[in-house]
């Protein structure tokens, strides 16, 4: 599968990393946060996609009825660029903070999520689509040829998934706050106070209305909202202040969006 990306990898890897194979996933992960600005990044990069390339295997043939080897391949790049981008067991509020096994964890669930997120996108919409079929098949009994074609807004597609990521990985202020992005119509350009406003008043009604567009279980999306609702005002007022230029960062990072459409967005 994909040999040869493999074959690349494993040359970059003996040239800049001899030692590479001997080393852990984790020591990898820490070199190459050390050595980001060096001419070696890109050696431990080749060395931890080697190191995982099983991984990535096992969820290809796990799913394959429904995703191809470049999906698989394009899971396990984001998880190691977010791991070395993010580096979570560096943060003291984060549960894996000093732990040394944290990187192998931060791959580990970042690509699980992707799959749950696939899933989960590919459910959704194949209800809507189905529900779109029946709708226009009912029109045609009683329109003939006037029924029209479903059409989904290809931007808000994009969003919702990457909603759906955020939540995935417990990343909750983002999760809520894009999904607001998307159906409050709301900006960060023109609507930052009313966005605090609406992230502090997520109530059990939002949450039933959350949960049913993303296909997910009530329960957890209330317990992801108690975490928002609880913030004191002012800490959303910061994470705000720097949500634009978070937002670009994450999603050039996984290449999900146009990053200059993120503050402007309707």
Known sequence: MLECFKESYLE????????WDSMSKNNLVFEAIEKKDTKYYDGYISA?????????????????????????????????????????????????????????????????SRRVTFYQQLNRYNRKINSAILSLDSLSDTYADANTPYVEDEHNVELEGIVMECFNLKDYFYAFLLDAMIYENYTLHKHSKRLVTHLQS????????????YNLNFDRVKRASSYITRMRRTTINERMST????????????????????TQYR
């Open 12 to 19: 970059c890897a003996n040239l800049l990393i001899p030692e």
């Open 202 to 213: 997520i109530d059990d009604n939002y949450c039933d209305i959350f949960a049913g567009r």
């Open 48 to 112: 931890l996609m080697l190191k995982y390339w099983n991984k990535m295997t096992a969820y290809y043939h796990k799913c394959k009825l429904v995703i191809t080897p470049e999906d698989a391949h394009t899971w396990l790049v984001n998880a190691i660029l977010y791991a070395l981008e993010k580096h979570p067991w560096t943060n003291p509020k984060s549960s894996i903070y000093q732990d040394k096994n944290g990187p192998d964890k931060v791959i580990n669930r970042f690509i699980e």
């Open 243 to 262: 949500a634009p230029e978070e937002l670009k960062r994450r999603f050039k990072l996984w290449g999900l969006l146009d990053v200059n459409r993120i």
